[in-house]
């Protein structure tokens, strides 16, 4: 019988206990792998992209959690894909520290507000960020929207608030903030691609 | 990528310059390892250090930075000069026998047309000489003087390798050994690839550093070839995806281009990018641009966009000049611009010149940033010692902060290098609430458009039009949004061959961008990507790796655009007749009633090679260009400028015309450049294995791995210098200082330059004043607000510092 590493992991992960693994004829070898298979065994996993380098490593994700409505999942290992045409299970030092990035002390949990002159953040709704951040927008945009130049064509252009968008968000995020931000007129507008 | 990762294991020479794979793209790399332990590939790197890319090649060269033009200008010399070029790939597939204008002239370092107060040329020589047919007149002899072979070899003829070697400091038998490799893969069935990444694009002269590479690639034939190509590695992970989508202020979706405020005409507009062939029988591909430009008004605005309207035309914003983000921070230091947000980018730290850059963004009204991290961006205001040095309480700029998702906490589709756009998945929910950067644009907009609904304002028609039919319009979902961009037939599609069969019906899914239409029957948000999301469903998330030619090319593997080709112009893998140059490396062919092979064809399918077309589909010649007619800004061919901070305060070449005389300085920043008298050593900036630019230095690992910010210097400056390994060193050019720890390397060697000897420092640059690691000073304090006269990407790789002992 030949199994791959990974139908070993779903063989195990079905319930077959250690020795019921070696009756089935596993080799000395194959059966090693079973003490990491323990520690995997109740994950989940996901299939997903290095976010760092455009190499775009595939990864699988590990959780606990089954997915199930109610339950939250937590990503506790990530490890490079084998069958990925480009990485081949493999990860650099980056990639092998995503989890420390999705744990990261530093990620951003709620919406935050600095007040002009300000030395603090102070934490505010949603609701309350996006209505300051749409009349901020709307504030200028309506004082300096340019319909007409001054030869009289229509130009339909707004200069006077900049956007940067990500170059690590995902083709989605890009397509509609390109849609939306256009939309307005604006034209400062770039991302990483330029630097 | 014009080829792929993968098909790097095809290349019998591969030459990593502009970039250092090993360390910057680890495991992209080790297909070049694959390349040499099955392919027998030799390995070249030429570089400013001796990288851990040079320490696996074969053969290792080194060149002072800011000069590749001058290194690759002295290969065509040596290709053209030993006649080292593919013939019969050089004479069908490049412009190499058409004739040039008359008035063209290079002299003295500079082209026809030249404006000096301007800063730019006026390129009406840079064109083709047209015959009495209309179309550009060629000599198939190549032996007319104004052909463009003929003035190629002049221009180049100046590039000896003694001039090479005075230029960029490289020993000339390391130059010629250099070329003599290059130039073995001239023979067909001999492949090189070209391996580069921002160690080309940050230079005032980048784009031309990647054209000149790209013009070896032609004379030697090995464009289009499996192991060929010219291959950008790329920085961010989406980044490729980002530039396709054309988040950049000149660009629409799938390279469509911002109309300028000169061409209000739609029909003009379109005319203009309309392409007509230039050679008989040629396709030049973007004749079909009304048909990807109106399906993507379609996408946008839905009905509202009809013929009649012009399909919105109006409501696109018309360019008086390009608004990238050196001319953003330009018109934000004078206080011209009152509100920025950045949505997960950090340009306190990823533009020239912080200083300038803290001072521009101090006069904002408003800043808003969408990230995952706490960034130096969203923290400028605050005083962090010498780290950052400011007074809040004078800082009047209201911040908002907004917390997004990352990469593991939610689905979507990235872009590789490659090409490839590759589907993920969501593994957990985000931390407290972080949202989606979809859903916090669509909460914005919503606001706005709310706002807009209940007050009236400034051109409301474009926002309130907007197609926004997301079944939840707060949190559109990336499959919605992935649909939206590949397209769907607006009414049933039928075969243009056979009017009564139903192609495609009302409402289905594009297969690819050959069925986009002009009149308004179709939409798709990005030609390229049709193709992605079709009828069989998410083709970005195939995982099937089998590789039946074992050339690489997974075809079933996610999807490649454009329509799934994995190497780009892979036509010109087969001499006029259609037969593979190698049929070891048979990519296409043509089988006798239409073109096919392993990987899709980058042609019209069914045109046999006795119709005469060219390769070059997207040009309106048909051919590559070694001229390059008047797209690029600087000139047709690339010539040697020094960096704008030069160590030698000369060139060599031409003293009067020194730096590129058509890049864009502003005024200020033409002061803030340093002499070579002051500041003696070449400063140069780059990236380690173990950080991601600012944003690893807020995971532990990466941390513990590379804590603390260092200088690199060779022994001999360190002796000089008084320097030991472990010594805090500080570091200055005109703008600025840093200090760091001094790692005192053999891998750096003092190089001599027309006469003098030029001493590199190399500056990593993953600390600032944010992170769980070690705080340090942002690099950028250092580099010169200046870019390539292109793309005004900045010049971070040439700069001028000086060093002590702290
Ligand atoms: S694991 Fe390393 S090489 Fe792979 S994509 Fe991530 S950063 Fe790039």
Redo the contacts between chains.
Sequence with gaps: MKVTRRQFFKISAGGLGSSSIAMLGFSPGEAQAEVRTFKLARS?E??????????????I?H?LGDRAKNA????FHIE?DP??????G?????????V???H????????????????E?KRIS?DE??????????D???K??I?K?A?G??????????????????????????????????????????? | MTNH??DIKNANVIVVMGGNAAE?????F??VTEAKAHNHATLLVVDPRFTRSASVADYYAPIRTGTDIAFLGGVINYLLSHDKIQHEYVKAYTNATFIVNEGYKFDEGLFSGYDEPGRKYDKSTWSYEIGADGFAAVDETMQHPRCVLQLLKQHYSRYTPEAVSNICGTPKDAFLKVCETIATTSAPNRALTFMYALGWT?HSVGSQMIRTAAMVQLLLGNMGVAGGGMNA??????????????????L??GYLT?PR?NE?DYQAYVDKRTQKPVRPGQMSYWQNYPKFHVSLMK??YGDTATRDNNWCF???????KV???L??FE??FHG??????????N?LA??PNRAKLSKAMSQL??L?V?????TETSCF??NHGEFNDVD?????????????T?????N???????R???W??????P????????DI????????R???KK?G???PD??MN?TWNYRIPHA?S?EE??M??NGKALADLTDPKDPTKVVLKKGQQLDGFAQLKDDGTTSS??WI?SGAWTEKGNMMAR?D?S?PSGL?N?LN?AFAWPANRRVLYNRASCDPSGKPWDPKRTLVYWDGAKWTGPDVPDFKADSPPSEGMNPFIMQAEGVGRLFALDKMAEGPFPEHYEPFETPIDTNPLHPKVISNPAARVFKGDLEAFGKGKEYPYAGTTYRL????HF??K?????SI?QPEQFVEIGEELAKEKGIKAGDRIKVWSHRGFIKAVAVVTKRIRPLTVNGQTVHHVGIPFHWGF???AKSGYLANTLTPFVGDAN????E?KSFLVNIEKV
């Design positions: 989940t996901t299939r997903n992209t290095c976010p760092y380098c455009s190499v775009s490593c595939g990864l994700m959780s939250e999942s937590a990503i490079g069958d990925h045409p480009v990485n081949r493999t990860l650099c030092p980056k990639g092998a520290g995503l420390d990035f999705i990261s002390e530093n990620r951003l949990k709620y919406p935050e507000y600095r007040a002009p002159g300000s030395r953040w949603w960020a996006f209505t300051r951040v749409a009349r901020l927008m709307k200028d945009r309506d300096n929207f319909a130049n030869a064509v229509t130009v339909n252009r707004w200069v006077t608030t900049g956007f940067l968008a990500a170059s690590a968000s995902s083709n989605e995020s890009g397509y509609i903030t390109h849609k939306a931000i256009r939309s307005l007129g604006a034209l400062a507008f770039d991302n990483q691609a330029r630097v | 990762w993968v910057a793209h680890p495991c992209g080790k297909w940050q590695l790329r920085g961010h992970s989406n980044i490729q995806g980002l530039t396709d989508l054309g988040l950049l202020s000149d629409l979706p911002l405020e209000t996408s946008w109006d409501w696109l914003p018309k360019l008086d608004y990238d983000v001319q953003v018109l934000m011209k611009l009152n509100g920025y947000v950045c949505q997960g980018f340009p990823a533009f009204k408003y808003v969408i990230d995952p991290l706490a205001w605050e809040p309480a004078t800082i009047q700029t209201e911040v908002i902060r907004l917390p997004s990352c990469f593991a906490e939610e979507g589709s990235l872009t590789n290098s490659g490839w756009l590759q993920h998945y969501k593994g957990a929910e931390p407290g609430e972080a949202k989606p950067d979809v644009i669509a909460g914005i907009f919503l606001k706005l709310e706002l807009y007050e304002g400034a051109f474009a926002l907007l559109p990336p949004l992935a939206e961009y948000g990005c990507y995982r790796n590789d690489g997974t593997w294995t173990e950080h991601f944003w690893t807020h995971t532990k690992l990466s791995m944010k992170g769980v793309t005004q990407t900045p971070f």
